[in-house]
């Protein structure tokens, strides 16, 4: 790297480089650092094996440090077992890579076993990051760490401080953990403070925050990420497993601290987080009781902003999924399934919830010390409390298969939550929430759907329940399914119906039979008024403006096909 000019692609072949000291890429340069390179019978080829780059024995070291650099590239390359600090001395940062007021990409690279450590301030274990803009991708972040004996450990995976952007796409962050004894372990995948974060396509595991004392003030926030009080996150398709916030103060998967920070998590999928150490409202060695304000497994916020948009928060256990600390957090599309403590907990601030459905071992909703809690058109555990329009309390029947669709006879999705999975049946029950929500986004959802949108964590997508109109549910030959009225008023409304796809090939005619009694399945001339609605292809909705025929208005559909075949539904 010295040897080349400002402005070089450096070719480095596969194996492993030992270093006697840290990298240092020169301010102002512009240098593509490319690995996996080999030679085979003569012709040099791109491997997709890393170049390995890693201290020498009995060195303890950086592995690269860049300030100032204007175009940094990463690619292939390991960086492993780099060491920084030591518990006497503050302010310790980046084991692995230390990057300062630098433009830096890094691609399929691994950053891995760094470890950082401080007496207090102890930051990055495997990437520091500050004033820089920041490109990672296809990426692994695993088994790194940062430690103090004191206080403020925080990022063990990254820490990214007043970034001019941060993009971080398809990596994996796993078994990376902050350790602190008395007070701040931040951030075990990634803490982000100041500036501009988008994570997208990730999965976090096993990644953990810890306090190892009973003192105080040991909080542990975040044990994927944590965003610091300032600074816009994003946070799309990403899954978040068995990560663990430990300490007498364990706060979340992903916690954002007080001041203007905002979380806009999307699409993204929380299971089996925990939070462990020591047990809620006990006492312990210096007499500090554990605060239930304080602890809970999944996300909240203790003064920032969280959204939360098509999330599912499953398989916890004991301690709160959602909590705010004196922010505001807002759940649209959101399931809650399979937790045993109460699902929300306002200590101060607000948490909204529209469109989810919270299914859970406790059948009180909230707790609220203060601030504010509503819910809108969502399935609840109880509606008590509650002032927004269209809750219902009911058993939201969701699958046992740890993906927790809406059960439904017409189809619903398994194995995969978003994607990767396939399509099955529910034998005898549909699930309630089906077709419960508003008419926005129900184009999205599959056929058919009935022009009415689900609740929960799936609704509005491609792999939501699918509705349950009619007998049989998924039909074979010759079907017209009759749906509930539109625009009812005193003396009219609007009949609707569809045509569902049983494998035609032509088109279908429909004729709408309406009259002051049931005229039945048998024959059409027990009905007093009928119209020919005209021609339909399947899931071609359509709809009529009738009349009252007396103070009951009934209503039936006939399909024809082109064979002349007639079915009056059933």
Sequence with gaps: IDAVDCESVVKIKSGTYFLTNQLNVASGSRINLRGGYDVIDGVEKRTSVPSEIVPAEGVSCRLLYANSVTDLKLDTLKFAGGRFGNTTVNSQYGAGLYLVSSTVAITNCVVTNC???????AYGGGVYASGSSLDIRNSCIFDNHTRTPESYSDGAGIYTKEAVKTVISNCVFKRNWTCEQYYSGYGGGLYVSG??????DCHFVSNMVSGLTDYAYSYTR??????????????????FEYNVAHGMSGSGVVCVD????????SYSIFVNNRYTGWEPNKGYGNKYIVKDTYVYGGVGTYGGTVNLKHVLIADGVKTTPVRSNGGKITLDRVTIANCAAKPFHVVSGSINVSRSVIDTESEVLY???????DAEYSCVPS?????????FVADPLLADDGYYHPLSRAGYYTEGFFSGGRWAASTTETCPTIDAGLNRDFYLEPEPNALLENLGY?????????????NPPVPDSLAVWTMTPSNTAEETAFARGVVPDFGQTEKVDVTLYWGDSDGGTTDAANWQNSLQLGQFDAYEYFSAFITNAAHRTYYRLTATDAAGNVLIEA
């Design 115 to 121: 470890h950082t450590k401080a007496k207090n301030y």
């Design 195 to 200: 500036g501009n974060a988008d994570v997208s």
């Design 222 to 239: 975040g044990s994927a990420i944590f965003l610091g009080s300032s600074g816009n996150l994003k946070i799309k398709n990403c899954l």
């Design 258 to 265: 007080s001041g203007t920070g905002v979380a806009d998590i």
């Design 367 to 373: 707790t609220l010390d203060a601030g504010t809690f």
């Design 383 to 391: 509606r008590e409390g509650l002032t927004g329009l269209g809750n």
């Design 458 to 470: 799936d609704a509005g997508t491609p792999v939501a329940s699918k509705s349950d109109l009619g």
